[in-house]
């Protein structure tokens, strides 16, 4: 184990934010049971967490996806601002990342970053949000349906067209967003707890219209396969 990694785990803070992980993601899991055995009905699922939310769901798909009372309905889970690995999908075979905008049963996942943040971490599996490719191709600004803010009743105070571009990075399977007007000082924006370029806080903003987009076209490719 390396020095800097002995010195995360001795961190009583850290110790306490595992515990409390275990805490929520049990309240996740009880509430899924509880819709599965009681409330979907035999219609299809579709799963969307972000952040803290996407690593409660890649808890839950280790836990469901081999669940006949789940894997047959499976749309797609969308794990947003959380690390899908290479190292996850081998210790689960039975779930796989998307390639494509139709595929279902799969996790479509990304992390946004401007291309001058360094990361040394392991690779992630990345969808780039505006093409459908997992691959490197650079996807031109003006795929991009819709940059969106919200109030706190969750209704869309402002929407902008062709905001900004995106690739995959190959090295780090990091998604890449390009041609934000504005991109050098949205670069120098000080977050607090972020590294300067991680775009967490905005990447459902940056893509929100392609993800509402996608999660349609997704639900209606499982309707024609399952009729």
Known sequence: MEEGSQRIIQNSSYLETIEYDDIAYSDVKNAFEYYLENLNGGRGIVLFGYSQG???????????????????????????????????LTEHP????????????????????????EY?????????????????????????????????????????????????????????????????????TETGFFEKGDYHLYELNFFYQNLRKNISTRIKAYKKNNK
Not at 94 to 117: E, H, P, Q, W
Request: aromatic share 10%.
């Open 120 to 188: 040394n971490g392991i690779k992630e599996i990345s969808i780039n949000p505006l093409n459908w490719k997992s691959t490197g191709k650079k996807a031109d600004k003006s795929l991009n349906k819709g940059y969106a803010t919200f109030d706190v009743n969750g209704n869309i105070t402002e929407e902008i067209s062709n905001y900004c571009g995106a690739y995959i990075d190959k090295n780090t399977g990091k998604l890449i967003v390009t041609d934000i007007d504005g991109q050098d000082a949205l670069y120098e």
């Open 94 to 117: 039975y779930l796989k990342a998307a390639k494509g905008k139709k595929d279902t049963g799969v996790i479509v996942s990304f992390n946004a970053v401007d291309a001058r943040m």
């Open 54 to 88: 996407g690593d409660m769901l890649l808890k839950l798909l280790a836990d469901y996806g081999e669940d006949e009372r789940f894997k047959d309905k499976y749309i797609a889970a969308y794990i947003i601002g959380a690390s899908l690995t290479e190292e996850y």
